[in-house]
């Protein structure tokens, strides 16, 4: 661990604006601001380069009058006469030749008859019961290229077909830019590679994985060097070493400690110039920007999601630039937000959002994780720009998303909130797999769900709510939550719940009367979960300030596995698939049912009608069943029918 | 050449669907009907591959709870004393442990308080203001990923992002699908390869250059076997070899002409089961689909616009197929047609058109060019589909259309119809360098550019109509064809129009008057070369029937140049460009004026600004200056205000 007072604090973020200012004078400074020099690489291995130069027709195509059709090439002026009543005979191989598509035809003759016009009368002659005009069925010369036109323009991505354009007019090579070479130098002494097994404190080392694979996935191509500890002499050496690699551009990829990230800064200024120390970007802050020895350097933020994003930011428009390539501009949709976001004032914010269809309007959702979670980009649907000084948006704010997958993707895509259960995967997996439609899932709790339902923002919601009064499930709560929205509830599953306790109970933890004297983590207010606790607890008669941790909210019941596993509390209520997961013990208390609430406007999505399929499939039942905790005796059971 | 007895007529043509069930039967019956099995590559090497199995969380992201700040790390309880005005003192590296962003938290702490919010008191204590909520500041273990979790689903194409989610959940390797691997055989005695100058009857071969990249594009493997020339037993031998090889899949392609066709269809029918010999899709027509040792063979057309429809018609979902991808679906747009388009009544019609936003619309205009023009694939914008029994769409109906390009690209294109010029290509590729803007162009001749304007078609039109009765040029036709609309005449250039002749002048032919003695090719009716023939003959007292090959007409100068050079006729009247471009002789008519006909609705468009920009930019005009048989002395001046 390093010394506190060898820390320095980060220089004044600047707007990205300013940032983006800076690089493009550093570029300038060291003579890279201008496209790559081409080389000449045979058309096999053109594929997705860049055309260097425009490329121009070196001969036509076709070179010569090709037949168009079998037949038989003639001269017109011979088949003037030719009419139904007085055929015309042809002498063949003298005034008729025959031909196959493509043969060049021969000196005299300017058309060509089709096979099936053609009676043979002998051996010697055909005859026609038509004329033919002149040119007819001919593929004159130069009919799909001229020598010297322009095929294709400079600065043009190469497609398969404009291969075969070049290779038809000449061409068996072709001028394309130089790719861009990044050398990645990832640092930091806290972090190990991918292959190994690291202790409390190590961190897996893999935003040179991601970057590297961007960069090539724009057009460039990379070398990742060694992991350099947090030592100046070592990472002085490192970057002169990379240097001497001749790159187009240095990246330093800073671990997530602030030693990694202060040392960057340090060294680019010690070998060149800082001109950068900061940029008012979320997520992203601490991006770097100098040169040294005429090469540009970028130290690149440790966090995952920092990291990706200054790829997008910074380091793609600047491989397009080197490609003689327009600045990027990545295609957005509209979209309505569902939920409040603050941004800070003076930042770019770039918000991962979820985005689903719902009814006509596309939905985002923040998905409101740290810069440290990489499944929040792995698992967004897209990204929201929210520029500087707009203080952030309000829900219900339409704003433009820039989607990561396929909008067909995300249309067929079924929107589910409330409750989680982990076999929401498994349904997910069989969705995907059957009907390549996916399910996305946001866990807000049960209570959460419908209102989401009456808002119109999810197709269905997972809900288990029990009544106090009937014993039963969710019903009461749709009738008072979906007052006026017709819909159905329609079980999952049924499914154990229970304490989950860190592996031989060693708090000794018996049954629900045991929450006096052990620590606990509790599931958010409006969880089912949540509700089923305090009915417990009332049955008991325990207060609930006599649970120790009842203030401390988890959202998902993997979390509170997880806040059990790693002794935060002794114990916490779960469904027992979550306790298996995690490989933990399971105290049960009881079985409950888990339903899905699904608004009739809904009931005909495809991909609601899908899952529907699906709840009453053996063989996902019969996989669903065979999880310990489950039970798919209801599954697919229509509970009751709401119709306000 | 073949004898013509040889020949085979096609089998009947089967509908498109019967088609590709007849290939999901074969498929079936050589037990390659299911997704190809997995192999395992390192991470590295693993972006654009497709997950063969769902991705679990080996191990949790954090797997420790980490600092997410630099600061202290405390334990809660320590500090709920701290006040303004009671400060708390907490033991350095006993009760306060400086951590770094990322760092593990020693066993009892379970917040960290960030350095910002901490004042020194001396060298063993720090002092605190305010207390601290229990987990604050931690990025808890699990936080990002949970052991056992769902990271990835199987059939997902991996991304940048996914590979640093499975190297943190403890993943350096991934079990994808294996690349479909597919074999290659050009057929076709006329076939030689690209490095090659072709005689006449030779045509150079990359239909495998087109297939073989948009194999790998979609996820295969290929291997392009040597060019077989038309004999039975090479064939057969090459597709033994071929399927030695053990590929997924072997295509033949056929050269175009009817042998190569024919053979293909034969040797599969010899080495195993012919199952299909004609598909009724255009182009396409000849595709064959059989088996072989167990083998799928694709017999794909030789015409290079059929054989690149083939591949994305029929390979295409089924390289998806193999990786366990859904069925590849394009997304569309909604399009006007600009055009009839007749389609064979029992075909699947493809329809390669180009693609331009005019005011608020889509406009699709059909290229309407053969099989044969590989250029028709590589400029067009987008490909419609005009399914079987629809026979056609009229000029004005709605198609849709799935885009080759970017729609963002495509709506900043400007649409110029009307007369060509050759220095069109040269205001294209300014504009793209400039501007990022691409100009299309349709040659319909002068008129048929002011009645594409009239329809609201175009966003400006080239036109050079000489006014017989005045000497001026466009001014009374845009008067008299825009009656409504208002427009400017602003001028691209003056040039020297002439008798395009071959080399030497082999005819001898000093001016118009020689035309009652040569061979001549003609533009079409409406175009402003045509009206200035003319004038021209009238001027000199010539009838038009006295011009032999007036009735041959070409709708560009390159045709009519390309005419000439390849002797149909001895001259044809062009720009002296246009002789240039095809190395021959000119024999200069005089010069005329060519403008840009701009509606005043499009003045605004940002591209036809950017044109108007370079017809005043000095660097521009001196580059169209230098052409010879071009002055600039007008261009960008606003020749005339039409304000009806």
Redesign the interface.
Known sequence: ????DE?NTYLTDIPLSEAQQQLHKALQDVNKSAALPAEVVP??DA??RVTAA?VWAK???????AS?M?GYAVNAADTLEATETRPVQLTLNEQAV???????LPPDA?AVIM?EHVQHTDASTIEITAPVA??HHV?????????????????HTI???????M??CG??TVAVRRKPFVMLIPTGS?LV???T??E??Q??E??S??????I??WGGKTHIAEIVPDEREKLIAAVEWAIDQQPDLVLMLS?????SKDFTAGVIGNLGDLRVHGVAVRPGHPVIIGTAQQTPIIGVP?Y?VSA?LT?EIFIRPLIAQWLGQ?KP?A?TVPAKMTRKQLSPTGDDDYVRVTVAKVGDNYLATPIG??A????S??RADGLAHIPRFSEGVNSGDEIRVQL?R???EIERAVLTMGSHDPML?LL??HL??AY?IRLTSASVGSMGGLVALRRGEAHMAGSHLLDETTGDYNISYVQHHLKKQPAQVITFAHREQGLIVRKGNPAGIKSLDDLRRTSYVNRQRGAGTRVLLDYELKQRGIPTDEVGGYD?EEYTH??V???V??G?ADCGMGVRSAAI??NMDFVPVGWERYDFVIPEQHLQHPGVLAILELLNNDVFKHELMNYPGYDTKETGTIQYVHQP
Not at 1 to 4: C, D, E, F, K, N
Not at 139 to 155: C, F, S
Not at 255 to 259: I, K, L, Q
């Open positions: 661990m390093m010394q506190i820390r058309l096999r594929l997705g425009p001969r036509s195509a076709p070179h010569y009058h168009a079998d025959g031909v196959n598509t493509g043969a060049p300017n096979i002149p040119w593929r004159m010369m130069g009919e799909d290229m001229v020598a010297t036109e322009l095929i294709l323009p400079a600065n497609r398969p077909v404009d291969l075969g354009a290779a038809g061409h068996h806290e590679t991918a292959d097994a690291p409390p404190g961190i897996i893999y935003n994985l991601v970057l590297s694979a961007q090539e996935s671990g997530s400690s602030a030693g440790g995952p990706a790829g327009r501009t295609p994780k740290g440290g979670v990489i499944t980009l792995v990561y396929d909008s067909g995967d997910n997996q995907m797999d390549d401390h993997m979390a596995a997880a806040a596993a790693t935060i997961a995690l």
